[in-house]
Nanobody, 127 residues
Framework: VQLQASGGGLVQAGGSLRLSCIASGRIFSTYVMGWFRQAPGKEREFVAGISWNGDRTAYADPVKGRFTISRDNAKNTVYLQMNSLKPEDTAVYYC?????????????????????WGQGTQVTVSS
């Protein structure tokens, strides 16, 4: 599976961005998809995850109520809608695919669970 993330950019605090991640290769609908981010000088951290059919989602506490993950299996795409952005959301955002269909709350947050990673897209939020 190849993953291509896009949609990052520079935005003012309080603004919005929508990230996209297009998958190619194996059947997209068999994967749990996740978004992670890595800020300068920090470790990569979990942001959000979604089950194969979108019926279950998971979010990191700092983004709950502001970010929404969704997917369109017909387009092999997962999205991350980011609203009310804060300067602390500044990071490189990565999409990732885990070759399981069900979303497990412990598994989804762990980097080691994911089999494939995209190249990352930079999100910068100015104050």
């Amino acid at each position: 599976v190849q993953l291509q993330a896009s949609g990052g950019g520079l935005v003012q605090a309080g603004g919005s961005l929508r990230l996209s991640c297009i998958a190619s290769g194996r059947i997209f609908s068999t994967y749990v998809m996740g978004w992670f981010r890595q800020a300068p000088g920090k470790e990569r951290e979990f942001v959000a995850g979604i089950s194969w059919n979108g019926d279950r989602t998971a979010y990191a506490d700092p983004v709950k109520g502001r970010f929404t993950i969704s997917r369109d299996n017909a387009k092999n795409t997962v999205y991350l809608q980011m609203n009310s952005l804060k300067p602390e959301d500044t990071a490189v955002y990565y999409c990732a695919a885990d070759y399981v269909s069900t979303l497990n709350s412990r598994r989804v947050v762990a980097e080691s669970s994911y089999d494939y990673w995209g190249q990352g897209t930079q999100v910068t939020v100015s104050s």
